[in-house]
């Protein structure tokens, strides 16, 4: 009783109140509060640059926050997943693209859902997150491009696609969707083998 008491009349601060993100934290379940501040923690602990330290999380001002309630989410998610803690890392990355934000964090987000997901082996899961992310990519490419040194990078979701097309006996669409990458100019090391071993299946 006393310990709700005191939770009650606890200051808010911190980059929870920063980030406006105190009524989203408090409408969630323990467990789910308790994953969040485990993992920020962590986050704190392994990563020097990391520019706050435990106590930042809910308690003492916070004038500039560097992130966004997006972007501060990912980046705990991003501490579940390299944890091995899969369900947890899924559930932020989601409760993250539910925020505003612009098309390019999307795509960071959505390529390390595809990430879990091949952990995971589940297919699934790999093919919505892919989907999401291609129908995505018109938006975020100009900007991926930019941060790239005016280059499209790989793409993991894109050679993921092509994976789940042949995996499903789409052979036509697979090759199809090879020659889309290289015609967009992202870049695709595989390219010549993919599009040989797809073509000696037609």
Same mark, same amino acid.
């Given at each position: 009783?006393?310990?709700?008491?005191?939770?009650?009349?606890?200051?808010?601060?911190?980059?929870?109140?920063?980030?406006?993100?105190?009524?989203?934290?408090? %409408? =969630?379940?323990?467990? +789910?509060?308790?994953? !969040?501040?485990?993992?920020? %923690?962590? +986050?704190?602990?392994?990563? /020097?640059?990391?520019?706050?330290?435990?106590?930042?999380?809910?308690?003492?001002?916070?004038?500039?926050? =560097? #992130?966004?309630?997006?972007?501060?989410?990912?980046?705990?998610?991003?501490?579940?997943?390299?944890?091995?803690?899969?369900?947890?890392?899924?559930?932020?990355?989601?409760?993250?693209?539910?925020?505003?934000?612009?098309? #390019?964090?999307?795509?960071? !987000?959505? *390529?390390?859902?595809?990430?879990? %997901?091949? &952990?995971?082996?589940?297919?699934?899961?790999?093919? &919505? #997150?892919?989907?999401?992310?291609?129908?995505? #990519?018109?938006?975020?490419?100009?900007?991926?491009? %930019? &941060? *790239?040194? *005016?280059?499209?990078?790989?793409? *993991?979701?894109?050679?993921?696609?092509?994976?789940? /097309?042949?995996?499903?006996?789409?052979?036509?669409?697979?090759?199809?969707?090879?020659?889309?990458?290289?015609?967009?100019? !992202?870049?695709?090391?595989?390219?010549?083998?993919? +599009?040989? &071993?797809?073509?000696?299946?037609?």
């Amino acid at each position: 009783m006393i310990g709700k008491v005191f939770q009650i009349f606890r200051e808010k601060g911190g980059l929870l109140k920063a980030l406006n993100l105190w009524e989203w934290y408090e %409408s =969630l379940d323990v467990k +789910k509060q308790k994953a !969040i501040k485990k993992y920020y %923690s962590v +986050k704190v602990i392994k990563n /020097l640059n990391f520019p706050y330290k435990a106590k930042h999380f809910d308690s003492g001002e916070v004038e500039n926050p =560097l #992130y966004t309630p997006r972007t501060f989410l990912a980046t705990i998610a991003q501490t579940a997943l390299l944890e091995g803690d899969y369900e947890t890392a899924e559930w932020l990355y989601n409760e993250a693209l539910n925020f505003e934000g612009t098309p #390019y964090e999307a795509h960071l !987000i959505l *390529n390390d859902l595809v990430l879990l %997901s091949q &952990r995971l082996k589940d297919f699934e899961k790999m093919k &919505r #997150y892919c989907e999401r992310d291609i129908e995505l #990519y018109p938006q975020y490419k100009e900007e991926l491009k %930019s &941060r *790239n040194m *005016n280059t499209l990078p790989q793409i *993991n979701s894109f050679e993921v696609w092509v994976y789940l /097309l042949e995996r499903e006996g789409k052979i036509k669409e697979a090759l199809d969707f090879v020659e889309y990458i290289r015609k967009e100019g !992202i870049t695709y090391p595989y390219y010549e083998e993919v +599009k040989k &071993r797809l073509t000696e299946k037609l």
